[in-house]
């Protein structure tokens, strides 16, 4: 399946699996754009938390998921899940470079009347499976998804993109508990480790550290890359994609407000809109010329 942004972007009909890492480093700016644009227009918030997740939610849909943009109810797909729903408008904007809806849509994010909420609802857009932002249950929605799977004999699998503030819910590690007793080796978590929370440093609010060994003592295939390299996360995925025996965590490094220089690791900007000025600074930083 060609994806829709990258198709019009560089014009040549490249699959998804296939991608030049290069073009899809260059596809993450132009995403962190997008979602400043979207910040700042729509009087959004939580534009910190999205930036730190975007490469990760990129890389999910270019890189690992089998979902058809035509077909988005396929019984076949794959499911994903951004737990951590206030960051939704970086699945927003995955979804429409990957050719869920028109880019156009974008530009209605947290309008009144908009299918873009600030918060998803279930199908709000074809594509999106749940209601997210109520933090602490995603990961065991995603579970549903991956024991039913297992139940029908159908050979999808279901991602989750949880927060490291989100872990100090007892139904995260409930879910952690689960997985691995029904053999669900279909099922994926990613922790997005940008260590905030809403007004505190993740590890001084409950001791999350070390994380990585945490869920592997829950009996998880565990991993630990830098979640905003655009090739940890792709080779990453790719080795996912051909091999899975357990269910697995992947403790995924990344920076808050990461790619703009006066919004990285700044907690401010769980909160703070972007005036036109710092969209404009952060458009000239990112190199976008248009």
């Given at each position: 399946?060609?994806?829709?942004?990258?198709?019009?972007?560089?014009?040549?009909?490249?699959?998804?699996?296939?991608?030049?890492l290069s073009n899809l480093d260059n596809?993450?700016?132009?995403?962190?754009?997008?979602?400043?644009?979207?910040?700042?227009?729509?009087?959004?918030?939580?534009?910190?938390?999205?930036?730190?997740?975007?490469?990760?939610?990129?890389?999910?849909?270019?890189?690992?998921?089998?979902?058809?943009?035509?077909?988005?109810?396929?019984?076949?797909?794959?499911?994903?899940?951004?737990?951590?729903?206030?960051?939704?408008?970086?699945?927003?904007?995955?979804?429409?470079?990957?050719?869920?809806?028109?880019?156009?849509?974008?530009?209605?994010?947290?309008?009144?009347?908009?299918?873009?909420?600030?918060?998803?609802?279930?199908?709000?857009?074809?594509?999106?499976?749940?209601?997210?932002?109520?933090?602490?249950?995603?990961?065991?929605?995603?579970?549903?998804?991956?024991?039913?799977?297992?139940?029908?004999?159908?050979?999808?699998?279901?991602?989750?993109?949880?927060s490291d503030g989100e872990c100090n819910?007892?139904?995260?590690?409930?879910?952690?508990?689960?997985?691995?007793?029904?053999?669900?080796?279909?099922?994926?978590?990613?922790?997005?480790?940008?260590?905030?929370?809403?007004?505190?440093?993740?590890?001084?609010?409950?001791?999350?550290?070390?994380?990585?060994?945490?869920?592997?003592?829950?009996?998880?295939?565990?991993?630990?890359?830098?979640?905003?390299?655009?090739?940890?996360?792709?080779?990453?995925?790719?080795?996912?994609?051909?091999?899975?025996?357990?269910?697995?965590?992947?403790?995924?490094?990344?920076?808050?407000?990461?790619?703009?220089?006066?919004?990285?690791?700044?907690?401010?900007?769980?909160?703070?809109?972007?005036?036109?000025?710092?969209?404009?600074?952060?458009k000239i930083e990112l190199g976008i010329?248009?």
């Open positions: 399946m060609v994806s829709f942004f990258t198709s019009i972007l560089y014009n040549t009909p490249i699959m998804s699996n296939a991608i030049n596809l993450t700016k132009l995403a962190r754009y997008e979602l400043i644009k979207m910040s700042h227009f729509g009087k959004a918030p939580h534009l910190g938390s999205a930036l730190s997740c975007i490469d990760i939610v990129l890389c999910a849909y270019e890189k690992l998921l089998n979902i058809d943009p035509k077909n988005p109810k396929d019984p076949n797909r794959d499911r994903f899940i951004l737990s951590k729903g206030h960051a939704i408008s970086a699945q927003y904007v995955a979804m429409c470079y990957r050719g869920f809806f028109d880019k156009e849509l974008l530009k209605t994010f947290n309008l009144d009347g908009s299918s873009l909420p600030e918060h998803p609802t279930p199908n709000c857009i074809p594509g999106l499976e749940i209601a997210t932002g109520s933090l602490g249950h995603g990961l065991s929605v995603g579970l549903g998804f991956a024991l039913g799977a297992k139940i029908m004999n159908k050979n999808y699998k279901t991602l989750v993109v949880l819910e007892g139904s995260v590690w409930e879910a952690a508990l689960f997985a691995p007793k029904k053999n669900l080796n279909n099922i994926i978590a990613v922790i997005d480790y940008n260590k905030w929370q809403a007004t505190a440093r993740s590890n001084d609010t409950l001791a999350l550290s070390p994380l990585k060994e945490k869920w592997e003592a829950f009996g998880w295939q565990t991993y630990e890359i830098d979640g905003n390299n655009i090739e940890e996360i792709s080779s990453l995925f790719e080795k996912i994609k051909k091999s899975q025996e357990k269910p697995i965590a992947i403790v995924a490094n990344t920076i808050k407000g990461k790619g703009i220089s006066f919004m990285e690791d700044d907690n401010n900007w769980h909160y703070k809109v972007p005036t036109y000025e710092e969209l404009e600074s952060a010329d248009k």
